[in-house]
């Protein structure tokens, strides 16, 4: 390789002399200035030997050997697709084999109503995940058998705040109030621990730092979130930041601050990389987890915000304890406001793009449709709590209600027990369910058009109910269960176990 010249890059002095001469650069152009700038930057890096003559070659051929191990997203996403599709053509094979041939088909009319058959099955998988299309889970739900119950799959200390699978449901995370976030696998139970850094680290993260260094920071969790990708968890609690992870890493990389209250709830939209916070300060934020930026604030609620949620539109579902619900339409910033017939909400998710679920603190659960400002239907009573039933005595007298108290076993009992502290949707499909501290988890059926919902099986589950999470396949049933509510200390359940409970729900074969 022949080194290049660089006679013509140094101009003469008796040329530079001459063109000075009466001319002066404050006069020139900004674009001329630019202009100049850059051509000087360009002389600069030739004059690097090193890069001339490949002295650098050494190590650049050992990033691009590390970089070959990692395999990126565009790849990973290459690969699934291609094994998905593997898949899809396996399924129509077999189905293909069951049916009957017609007689004098060729090899060629086989392969069309092959590749006819998996363009049918990949639309429709298109279109249940868009949620234009319900997928009818419900009416395939098995009676479950007596070894079908609860079984905890990860103990905390803490009661569990929040729970989240990823998207192809093999990993779950799980955080309780004592700040531990574990992240482990559905399959095995085998779990890893996401260790907090330390103060200076924080702050190197762009986190806050605290007004008294000599008080601590609080690590108590309220939320977990996890992007589509499986690349980003983000968690919020009590110290009012949002705190971005790697999941591959399970390092802390990123600590967003603009809240001035506890981050109460999160949710990234569906195969992206935006992350939506609600908080106590009212607030949402819109934040992007790959530019590690704060986008927008979006304002309305008059009260503290308790849940959020989002699908693939730029649409988010709010509730907060003003006792209203919100359908927030990012692009157009506008809101729709749905208000609570009788109590306050505590909770709620979108079932499509159009309708949702709620649930609140007088243990009514209630659908709504964004056609209607009033609920379309309401289930009053869903979790009844033993408080609230009149209590039969040995001498055959009937206890009048209590409103706190204890109970037989001398358990410290309150009408929080009846509260509908968490409901989830299995995505794209009417199997809805529903959790509070009264001892069970309610599985629903889902009507079309939000015009009614009815029970079908309840799940013996001892402790309060703080999260709730589906799995896509609808196999499984999680739940983050605590002695304790997620957001105070109104109710307590000595006898409940602090950890994450899996239950399977068995499904007829499609037809």
């Not at 298109?126 to 079984?151: T, W």
């Amino acid at each position: 390789m022949k080194p290049r010249n660089r006679k013509s890059n140094v101009p003469s002095t008796k040329k530079n002399k001459k063109k000075n001469q009466g001319h002066d650069d404050f006069f020139e152009s900004a674009a001329k200035r630019r202009r100049k700038a850059a051509l000087d930057e360009a002389i600069e890096s030739d004059d690097s030997d090193e890069d001339v003559f490949g002295g650098g070659g050494e190590r650049e051929n050992a990033e691009d050997a590390d970089e070959e191990v990692e395999e990126t997203a565009d790849e990973k996403r290459v690969r699934l697709a291609t094994e998905h599709l593997e898949r899809i053509r396996a399924i129509a094979k077999k189905i293909e084999e069951e049916e009957e041939e017609e007689e004098g088909e060729g090899d060629d009319g086989r392969e069309r109503k092959r590749d006819s058959l998996v363009a049918e099955i990949l639309q429709k998988d298109q279109l249940e995940e868009s949620g234009r299309v319900r997928r009818l889970l419900s009416s395939r739900v098995v009676e479950p058998q007596p070894e079908d119950r609860f079984q905890v799959l990860i103990k905390h200390l803490q009661p569990v705040t929040a729970v989240c699978l990823s998207e192809d449901e093999s990993r779950g995370f799980s955080a309780s109030k004592d700040g531990l976030i574990m992240h482990w696998d559905v399959e095995t139970g085998k779990k890893e621990k996401y260790l907090w850094p330390s103060e200076e680290v924080l702050i190197s993260h762009y986190a806050k730092a605290r007004e008294k260094p000599s008080e601590k920071r609080s690590k108590h969790v309220l939320t977990l979130a996890v992007s589509s990708d499986g690349r980003y968890l983000a968690s919020g609690g009590l110290d009012r930041h949002v705190h971005l992870w790697d999941v591959r890493s399970k390092e802390h990389i990123q600590a967003f601050h603009g809240h001035r209250g506890p981050v109460s709830c999160l949710t990234f939209r569906q195969g992206t990389s935006q992350l939506f916070s609600g908080s106590f300060d009212r607030t949402i934020k819109l934040w992007n987890a790959d530019d590690r930026t704060h986008i927008d604030n979006l304002f309305g609620h008059q009260s503290e915000i308790l849940t959020i949620d989002c699908l693939r539109k730029e649409r988010l579902l709010t509730a907060g304890r003003d006792r209203t619900m919100r359908l927030w339409k990012v692009p157009e910033e506008s809101q729709l406001i749905f208000r609570a017939p009788a109590a306050s909400l505590e909770c709620s998710c979108f079932i499509n793009d159009s309708e949702f679920m709620s649930g609140s603190d007088d243990g009514s659960i209630e659908l709504w449709s964004m056609m209607r400002k009033k609920p379309t239907h309401i289930v009053k009573n869903a979790h009844p709590s033993t408080i609230n039933q009149d209590i039969p005595l040995e001498n055959g007298i009937k206890e009048a209600p209590q409103e706190n108290g204890k109970d037989k076993n001398g358990l410290t009992c309150s009408t929080a027990q009846s509260w509908v502290s968490s409901v989830a949707v299995c995505r794209g499909s009417d199997l809805a369910a529903s959790g509070a501290g009264n001892g069970t988890v309610r599985l629903w059926a889902l009507e079309p058009e939000s015009r009614g919902i009815h029970p079908l099986h309840n799940f013996p589950l001892d402790g309060f109910v703080n999260a709730l999470a589906f799995a896509k396949s609808g196999r499984f049933l999680l739940a983050g269960v605590g002695q304790e509510p997620r957001l105070g200390r109104w109710g307590r359940n000595r006898t409940a176990r602090n950890g994450v409970a899996i239950h399977p729900i068995r499904l007829k074969e499609e037809k």
